[in-house]
């Protein structure tokens, strides 16, 4: 039976010698392309499908699950069907049972073999298994982006023709969660050459919609790889209270000494970083402090600011920047003097970095590393609106983080950016790193 849905998911397989060329190079390691050219001329002839329901994929799908079923209980009982060695063996194949599985390539019918001892347990497709790795794989991307039960849902109906309820993807989505709860409460590395703290605010519908902030703590290690400690949703607004029982948290799983924390103007914070490590020095983050600055000004002057302020935070020396900020202070402190009292009280916090070499200057100035981590997560709450609780806005963050880097490529580009600041630090805070490498 022919079955036609969209062009592009289920265009019949074509005939011509360029296709069959491509089916050669295409064919897999191990695979024969010969029995390959055989079974899309054979589906051609008939008028079947390449993918869709009863398509091409499907069967073969089927073919090689219930061929690799058929090994295992052979393995299992230890002599092959019909193989006379079976007899009274003690057990032997009961039949099968139909099985429908969901796939890549949708969902498909399966004989699942069984035996009279009841003692047969498949590998490739387990008892009470209904959806393949790549399904759940799938849902839990589609979650990381923000989409909820009921989008996933439409869009599996929509692009792979399979059914799947709400319910199902909740029931993969919590399998999932279960494991946040141990991830949230690992041990850390006892020393971290940078943290940076930031608050992400979603949208919380308890009664009414409020706005309520999800912290966030990124860590850069010792080899220069990030690593996010934690996430906590708070209470009503960002708070310097909230921080402290954050900070005392990562210092009870681990984390002894910090060198340096990055992180917004919010009062009281440093007073905190102060209490969980002493000998932590506290960066005002320059990112934080400039877009702070344009909230007081109007939109056709922030180039202008944004100039002027410059050689402000690129000085040579914290002697040099002051004379900066002063002239700076001069031009626009009558026409914005909210901006110039916002740099003064941060003013204490913003000077550490000048001290350090150029390497940290440039990390701690110019890359601010929690920015693309935080895209990333407003991009999927973004996509959610709001959310009916505390934990659906966790678990939406938590499946953000979780799929930032699949391939593994920012790993490798995080530990390249990080090599010469790394270095940097190893001198400027002399010592205190090699705690975390013995």
Known sequence: MTVTTDAADTAAVPADETTSKRTRKAAAPGVDPALVRQLVAQAREQGLQLSGEGGLLQQLTKVVLESALDGEITDHLGYDKHDRAGAGSGNSRDGARAKTVLTDVGPVEIAVPRDRAGSFEPTIVRKHQRRLSGVEDLVLSLSAKGLTT??????????????VSRQTISTITDKVMEGMAEWQNRPLDPVYPVIFLDAIHVKIRDGKV?????????????????????????DGGEGAKFWLQVLTELRN???????????DGLKGLPEAIGQAWPRAVTQTCIVH???????????????????????????????????RFLEFAETWGGKYPAIVRLWEQAWAEFVPFLGFDPEIRKIVCSTNAIESVNARIRRA?????????????????????????????????WAMRWKAALNAFEITFEGRLRTATK
């Open 289 to 323: 402090l400039l877009r702070a600055s344009f909230r007081y000004a109007a939109r056709q002057h922030w180039d202008a600011i944004a100039k002027a302020l410059r050689p402000v935070y690129t000085a040579p020396t914290e002697a040099a920047a002051t004379e």
């Open 150 to 163: 009921g989008e996933i849902a439409a869009h599996l109906a929509e692009v792979y023709g399979a059914q």
């Open 381 to 413: 709450v973004r996509a959610r609106g709001h959310f009916p609780n505390e934990t659906a806005a966790l678990q939406c963050v938590y499946f953000a983080v979780m799929a930032l880097d699949p391939t593994g490529t920012g790993r490798r580009r």
């Open 253 to 263: 799983r681990g984390v002894e000494d910090v060198c340096m924390v990055v992180c």
């Open 210 to 234: 409020a706005n309520r902030p999800i912290y966030l703590a990124l860590a850069v290690t010792v080899e220069g790889c990030r690593d996010i400690l934690g996430l906590w949703a708070g």
